[in-house]
């Protein structure tokens, strides 16, 4: 299963509302998670099956989406969410898209 | 506290063998299911290698299987993944990362720092 993430990169204003998708090249029902990653740092989970919010992650992010479309959407931007997003499905294997740099303006 | 200690990277020849591996703590390691994830420099992620509860089960990314060999002693709390063969697109950071549990699988909630391997003449 392939996982197509856009855009590559964005760049916002704090404050803004951001969001990013993952689409899978089949269906995966809500096997979507997503992580957060920041230079030299492991990654972190932020949501699993699609929409569930992982403990300790604030509630400006949130996640939808099923079947092979899905969205991570920031909102409120925060200067402390400068990183590199990805997309895992884990509905067969596992694999990542390909990653979204969010960047601040 | 979830601790995930990777060690055993380092630079290998093309075609030579490395074990990594994956020491874990504060948790009961026996009742979670684990994994390899990797990052070549400047690159995305890639799922590598995955080992059940028991160590019965193990499944590998298609990059990798045939030389890699993912294990672990739940005795000793601790995950390895045996890799032969290595090629110089092997070359990444290895993370050990651990699954969700509780029914959960192929979420990985908690991640070690990494060891680096580098493949190279």
């Known amino acids: 299963i392939q996982m197509t993430q856009s855009p590559s990169t964005l760049s916002a204003s704090v404050g803004d509302t951001v969001t990013i998708t993952c689409r899978a090249s089949?269906?995966?029902?809500?096997?979507l998670n997503w992580y957060q990653q920041k230079p030299g740092k492991a990654p972190r989970l932020l949501i699993y099956?699609?929409?569930t919010l992982e403990s300790g992650v604030p509630s400006r992010f949130s996640g939808s989406g099923s079947g092979t479309d899905f969205t991570l959407t920031i909102s409120s931007l925060q200067n402390e969410d400068c990183a590199t997003y990805y997309c895992?499905?884990?509905?067969?294997?596992?694999?990542f898209g390909q990653g979204t740099k969010v960047e601040i303006k | 506290e979830v601790q995930l200690v990777e060690s055993g990277g380092g630079l290998v020849q093309p075609g030579g063998s490395l074990r990594l591996s994956c020491a874990a703590s504060?948790?009961?390691?026996?009742?979670?299911?684990m994994n390899w994830v990797r990052q070549a420099p400047g690159k995305g992620l890639e799922w590598v290698s995955y080992?059940?509860?028991?160590?019965?089960?193990?499944y590998y990314a298609d990059s990798v299987k045939g030389r890699f060999t993912i294990s672990r002693d739940n005795a000793e709390n601790s995950l390895y993944l045996e890799m032969n063969s290595l090629r110089a697109e092997d070359t990444a950071v290895y993370y050990c990362?651990?699954?969700?549990?509780?029914?959960?699988?192929?979420?990985?909630?908690?991640w070690g720092q990494g060891t680096l391997v580098t493949v190279s003449s």
């Open positions: 080992v059940s509860r028991s160590g019965t089960t193990l």
């Open positions: 504060g948790f009961t390691f026996n009742t979670y299911e």
């Open positions: 990362a651990r699954d969700l549990g509780h029914g959960y699988t192929g979420i990985f909630d908690y």
């Open positions: 089949q269906y995966i029902s809500t096997y």
């Open positions: 099956g699609a929409s």
């Open positions: 895992q499905q884990s509905f067969s294997m596992r694999t």
